[in-house]
């Protein structure tokens, strides 16, 4: 793992993503949308399916706004979007990933587009960073939530098939290989540890500590992309502030 903790930058994003709670909810709308259409409207036979409902929930998205995506889909409606990623690098040579779900791919990229380029970023061609990242399964256990110490974590996610623990004050944090996410998550579910966060998401294999005369428009650049209607995730190699000091 690049030794950075992913929770620290989650909770120091929350407000500004509860301030646009509604747009979430309409970008977790397209998700479920799309993903019970290709797969089928029901979470237990859907595997992607029960992941962004996962997703959803841990969002506080209404049951109601959750069904009537999924009903759209049984429906037959004719929407469809189409899941497209941008590369790039934003200001400080940090690499970014953007992955969207868009029903016009030209908007889509122009909007991206300029959120890096008036951000001091650059835009790359395919591939170009997205090596630098893994696809890994992503774990919260809150500690002030879960009464098990350090040794035990440890032994039972191992027992499981998870990867690897890092340990904060205030949280434990669990990777796994995509294909094991679902056991140790389910697995953790039945070993009674009340879970704060869990996804599939990807992991960057280093880091890079943004300058400080950089952080202003590397945040902007990164608010402005999440601010698109059309951008599902930005992904970012970005070190948090503990790796700074």
Do not use: C
Not at 159 to 168: C, E, K, N, P, R
């Amino acid at each position: 793992m690049s030794g950075h903790s992913k929770w620290h930058n989650i909770q120091g994003r929350k407000g500004a993503q509860d301030a646009k709670r509604g747009k979430i909810f309409q970008k977790l709308s397209r998700e479920l949308f799309m993903a019970a259409k290709s797969g089928g409207a029901d979470p237990d036979d859907n595997a992607a399916l029960r992941l962004i409902v996962d997703k959803a929930r841990a969002a506080n998205m209404p049951k109601d706004n959750i069904k009537r995506a999924l009903k759209k889909a049984e429906g037959g409606s004719e929407e469809h979007y189409d899941e497209v990623t941008y590369e790039g690098y934003a200001p400080g040579g940090v690499a970014v990933l953007v992955k969207t779900l868009t029903d016009n791919k030209n908007r889509t990229a122009s909007a991206v587009r300029v959120a890096f380029t008036r951000n001091g970023g650059s835009m790359g061609s395919s591939g170009s960073v997205a090596y630098m990242f893994d696809r890994k399964g992503y774990i919260v256990l809150d500690r002030t939530k879960n009464s098990q110490d350090e040794d035990t974590v440890l032994m039972d996610i191992m027992d499981l098939g998870a990867d690897d623990l890092q340990t904060s004050d205030d949280a434990y944090e669990i990777y796994t290989e995509a294909k094991e996410f679902a056991a140790v998550r389910d697995g953790l579910i039945e070993k009674g540890y009340e879970l704060a966060d869990s996804e599939l998401t990807m992991i960057p294999q280093n880091t890079t500590p943004v300058p400080e005369e950089k952080k202003e428009q590397f945040e902007h650049m990164i608010d402005q992309l999440e601010d698109d209607e059309d951008v599902s995730e930005v992904y970012t190699a970005a070190a948090d502030n503990d790796d700074n000091e």
